[in-house]
Nanobody
Framework: QVQLVESGGGLVQAGGSLRLSCAAS????????MGWFRQAPGKEREFVAA????????YYADSEKGRFTISRDNAKNTVYLQMNSLKPEDTAVYFC????????????????WGQGTQVTVSS
């Protein structure tokens, strides 16, 4: 079975930092591009960041670029999202996803999803 498990979410004050982790199992991790999405209450799931199979290419939504960093450790089957300078509008459930394609920026391009981890940023 393919399983993606997110962790590292929590409650932080505006301006603070969090590092999310996504541990993958049941797949050849290095063969998949990985992405992070988020969904706030009443809103659609939106793209946050993605990283290619080897980690050589990264992609970010404009609102996160410069604040967030995506990385991966293929030896540990884990992808990370380092989030700095957090804002209240970053509050959402963050999802990890895996794609056997060319780093899609839309949810429909991903094959597997985790259950999500809650990130709450207070003012």
């Amino acid at each position: 079975q393919v399983q993606l498990v997110e962790s590292g979410g929590g409650l932080v004050q505006a301006g603070g930092s969090l590092r999310l982790s996504c541990a993958a199992s049941g797949l050849t991790f290095s063969s998949y591009a990985m992405g992070w999405f988020r969904q706030a209450p009443g809103k659609e799931r939106e793209f946050v960041a993605a990283i290619s199979w080897s980690g050589g290419n990264t992609y970010y939504a404009d609102s996160e670029k410069g604040r967030f960093t995506i990385s991966r450790d293929n030896a540990k089957n884990t992808v990370y999202l380092q989030m700095n300078s957090l804002k209240p509008e970053d509050t959402a459930v963050y999802f990890c996803a895996a794609s056997h394609s060319v780093v899609p920026a839309t949810p429909r391009g991903y094959d597997y999803w985790g259950q999500g981890t809650q990130v709450t940023v207070s003012s």
